[in-house]
């Protein structure tokens, strides 16, 4: 839910800026580019523990936003 609301708050400001087609292009097509360059990046570790250190960090990453949606959806209902 959080997602569909930046993309659309982010098309509407696009939008206002009359980016039109060829802004969502090149926003889609960097944002492509930089999630296979970091998955490539992490293919190309050979030792075990390396991919295990990845995947604690994405982890940890991830709780870090729950969290942080937590703390700003605190006060809308608290």
């Known amino acids: 839910m959080l997602g569909l609301l930046h993309g659309y708050l982010n098309g509407a400001a696009m939008s206002q800026a009359k980016l039109g087609i060829l802004g ?10 930089a999630v296979a360059l970091a998955v490539a ?3 190309a570790i ?3 523990w390396g991919r295990i250190a990845v995947r604690v960090a994405g982890s940890w990453i991830a709780a870090v936003g729950l969290l ?3 703390w700003s ?3 809308k209902w608290g």
């Not at 969502?24 to 580019?33: D, N, P």
């Open 24 to 33: 969502l292009v090149g926003i889609v097509s960097t944002l492509f580019l």
């Open 41 to 43: 990046m992490v293919v």
């Open 46 to 48: 050979r030792v075990p």
């Open 68 to 70: 942080l949606l937590g």
């Open 73 to 75: 959806l605190r006060g």
